[in-house]
């Protein structure tokens, strides 16, 4: 089963499909410097077992899901776009915004 997917720098468009969320074991998601619009969906934070997250870099849009708490593992968090919406407390959904 996949464990790391690291497609930063590809050029890549449209929505973060929802289905990564099939992936159980993944544990480092790298989709940085990308095209990537839209929000981050919700169902991304099924995967349990992430420690690695970096979505910077991309056109990303809305706030970040209060679900990311639920990742007990997540270690590194990196989700710097200039279009997600400010939050109040970034502590504590621990991820580093930059807006």
Known sequence: ????????????????????????????LQLNVNKLT???????????????????????TGSIPTAIRNLDDLNTRKCRNKTLTEMKDLQMYRCDVML
């Open 38 to 60: 839209g929000s981050i969906p919700t169902q991304l934070f099924q995967c349990t077992k992430l420690s690695n997250l970096n979505l910077e870099n991309n056109q990303l």
């Open 1 to 28: 089963m996949l464990e790391d997917m690291q497609l930063n720098s590809n050029e890549i468009s449209g929505r973060i499909p929802t289905e990564i969320a099939h992936l159980s074991r993944l544990t480092n």
